[in-house]
């Protein structure tokens, strides 16, 4: 497996889509302003510039699975858009566990002042960047 190139987390919700990135070893995560989700087009195309500039090399998506474990409608969902993903930008695209990385967030956005909840948007970034940092802990 080619291990040069940054990893993109994807954390897709239906009002924001937060992403964050890693360094290309894999050691530091940096959350980035989070995009309205506007439609799977809009996505796409904003997606294609962010791994083009970024040098992505692998996408992780984070699937919402149940608190048991289980997959739901959501979690069903996010598999039809790891597909497309796959499909459309031609670079591996992994799905990883979400749960409770919006709790996690939330608690890292709280303390945060104006400004730099600002710069970021929205919580959802930081979301993305948990589940980044669980999909690099795992592998």
């Known amino acids: 497996m080619d291990i040069t190139g940054r990893i993109l987390a994807v954390d897709y919700g239906e009002k924001n889509i937060g992403l964050a990135y890693c360094d290309e070893l ?3 995560v940096q959350p980035m302003p989070s995009i309205p989700n506007i439609g799977t ?4 195309k904003r997606l ?3 791994v083009h500039t970024l040098g992505i090399r692998e996408i992780v998506l984070g699937i919402p699975l149940k608190m048991d474990g289980t997959q739901g409608d959501a979690a069903l969902r996010m598999g039809k858009l ?6 459309s930008l031609k670079i591996p695209v992994f799905g990883v566990d979400e749960r409770l990385s919006t709790v996690e967030a939330m608690e890292l956005w ?3 002042n104006k400004k730099q909840q600002k710069k970021y948007r929205t919580v959802d970034s930081f979301a993305a960047a948990f589940i980044l940092e669980r999909h690099l802990k795992e592998n």
């Open 26 to 28: 894999g050691l530091t």
């Open 48 to 50: 294609k510039a962010v």
């Open 82 to 87: 790891m597909g497309a993903l796959q499909g």
């Open 110 to 112: 709280r303390g945060m």
């Open 41 to 44: 087009a809009n996505f796409l």
